[in-house]
């Protein structure tokens, strides 16, 4: 009894030892820790990860871009001549539209047109307009710009797929409710020209903030990205969200170098293509841009993965499904071009950017000359061929371990089924495929069953063993009955009803909309 209370009683000295010497065992707890040591990696392997589907997107969206300057006019070529050496050989049938056609010859007209209606803006003027507001006006406009831009970008291609379809419509379908073709191609123009008129002004505001002596406006233009993290950080994410966010990250990065690069070229337009100013003021202030939206962009997915527990891996998911769009649009009997999947899984709309990169780089050309211009032509189709090939090996690659890891699982399923079966058999258990008829507990021995297996017995309660068979009886004994209900590829990728191919960059998913 005074031993205890000795040790009750401690003095204030000994309390201070004890602080001073008491250790602890961090190995008690192993589990924690090692949960916490691989949230950190996986904290830091997701800007590898993000970076590697980045850069895959972007080259999609390369490859969408490049097309409608390289391969689109040589398709509409080849079917111009086609149609002369019909009407030559007085065989008319072979010079009749088809729906792929018929979308070409509307895209290749919607860009002239759009081109020709931007000659009648005048950049320069909108230039000073742009600079002689204030400091505070420009910072509103171009966040204003910004919005109205992802606007445009959601809404844009669903008024091209409209036009493409009424087009295309055939006659048997065709009813009186929807407009008519010409009305759809008047809206789709109005969309094109509205889009890059607002692209025009983004990359004006840009430039005026690139040539501000003070480099205010950039410097807030480059804080407003961290604005983001606030808004996006610490909500509730889905998988669907984060597809539909990595999607819009992608356009952002590739929109983001194309307003640098124009801004680029009409500075050095008007210094006269003067080198100094090159490196001396537009690379650091391109580069300062660059590594904001980089830094921001990891956080953002760092911090979104680690608050909603989403596995580093998905993204190595978002990239297959990104190529399996790629080699579905390349199919013979493809129900839509490549172009416009990628662009509606993006967002990504290149008609608007291409119009007012003909404009831009037009203006800068004060004389036409041909043979330029057909270097340039050379130049941009053998990019996109490169960029083709890349793209599309990288895809048949994805798409062929994604079928793989497939054939993988369903062998572990087979084999998992076998070694279930087996044992349930061997221990004289009626079970079926529909129902697991175990007799009643208290009508049991106390003793447990005795499972046998390759080297030493194991006991196991009927009640486990009811629990286990009964929580893989639908995966195991569907796929012994049918091998056509294993899971496929697309069904990896599901989240519970939904599927990756289901989501594009604008659709809603769990209330939420995400840009």
Known sequence: MQQSKDKTNKSFLSFIYDELTRGYFLENDEARYMERRDTVYAFLRIPREFEQLVFYGYLLCLDVFLYIFTLLPLRIFLFICR???????????????????????????????????????DISMIYHIVRGQSFIKLYILFNMFEV???????????????????????????????????????????????????????????????????????????????????????????????????????????????LLILVSIRNMHELRWNLDHLWEDLLPNAALVIIAEFLVDWIKHAFIAKFNDISVDVYKEFKEQLARDMVVGRRNNGFSDHVDLISRRMGFTPLPLGCLAIRVVGGCITQIDWTIFACAFAYALTLKLLVSLVVLGKACQL????????????????????????????????????????PEVQELPSTSFVSRGNSECETQSPIDLRTEFTEIQREVFSDTEDDETLPTSGDRLSRGNRSYSEVDRYTLCENQIVV
């Open 83 to 121: 149609c002369f050496y019909a009407l030559f050989s007085r065989s008319l049938s072979r010079c009749r539209f088809e729906p792929a056609q018929l979308c070409d010859v509307m895209k290749l007209s919607m860009i002239i047109l759009v081109t020709w209606s931007l000659y009648y803006i």
């Open 148 to 258: 109205a831009d992802r606007l445009f970008a959601s809404f844009g291609q669903d008024i091209l797929d409209a036009l493409f379809w009424t087009a295309c419509e055939p006659k048997k379908n065709r009813k009186r409710e929807h407009l008519s073709i010409v009305t759809h191609y008047l809206l789709a123009l109005l969309y094109c020209f509205g889009h890059a008129t607002l692209i025009l002004l983004q990359v004006t505001t840009l430039n005026v903030a690139f040539n501000s002596h003070n480099k205010a406006l950039l410097t807030i233009m480059m804080a407003n990205n961290f604005v983001e993290l606030k808004g996006s950080v610490f909500k509730k994410f889905s998988v669907d969200n984060l597809f539909q966010m990595s999607c819009a990250d992608i356009r952002e990065r590739f929109h983001l170098g194309f």
């Open 399 to 438: 798409t062929q371990t994604s079928q793989d890891d497939d054939e993988e699982k369903k062998d572990t399923t087979r084999k998992r089924s076998r070694r279930i079966s087996s044992r349930v058999n061997s221990d004289s258990i009626a079970l079926t495929t529909d129902d697991v008829n175990i």
